[in-house]
């Protein structure tokens, strides 16, 4: 008894999203132990969660869609309509900022929200790359927006000639810059920077994450640290 125990090993773990099957040998055969649970088994489908929960969620994401989406067109409106805002290079930043939180409200956050609900990704790959694209440019863009928009407050503040020198030229400068990091960022996984199971985890697992491949994530990581 003692001798079958010290020989049991672990043959086989599977973590796909089929139900994962331990084989473990022992001194009297081969005993299969099945894992109900799938390897994300922390994303709650429609049989999964009760509907009351479901509902619940599905409310309270819309709210939040349409929060996000109606406070960031009437900031843009705002903007457009009023001149004395429309003549302030420093408002361009907060426009821009608009736009790119306007086009979370849009893309980002009702896919993201379908995903949550259904628990499951079941729109294909193509989609998948384009939500994530999307999700990386606009919110790398609106937290360059925060930078931006905090230099130039603090510069308004402590360099005089900084205010004088504030021209729209300057600002629409600094704003191509931010978009075309954003851009740079969200389009390198399209370059190849990308994990080899990225299609696999779509179309087997049904989990649309951004790309798994380490220099990627550590280098995007460092981007925002520094």
Known sequence: MIDEFLNLTVATVSSTSTPTVLSVRGGGGTTHLVDQFPAHAEIFSDAERPLVQTVILASVLLLLILS????N?????AIIMERDLRGRPQYYLIFSLAVADLLVGMIVTPLGAWFTVTGSWNLGVVVC?????????VCTASILHLVAIALDRYWSITDICYVQNRTP?????MLAVIWFTSLLISLAPFAGWKDEGFSDRV???HVCLISQQISYQVCFAVFFSI
């Open 68 to 71: 996000c989406f109606i406070g």
């Open 73 to 77: 067109l009437f900031v843009i409106l």
């Open 129 to 137: 790359d384009f939500w994530i694209s999307v999700d990386v440019l």
């Open 169 to 173: 030229k300057r600002i629409t400068l």
């Open 203 to 205: 179309t087997k697992q």
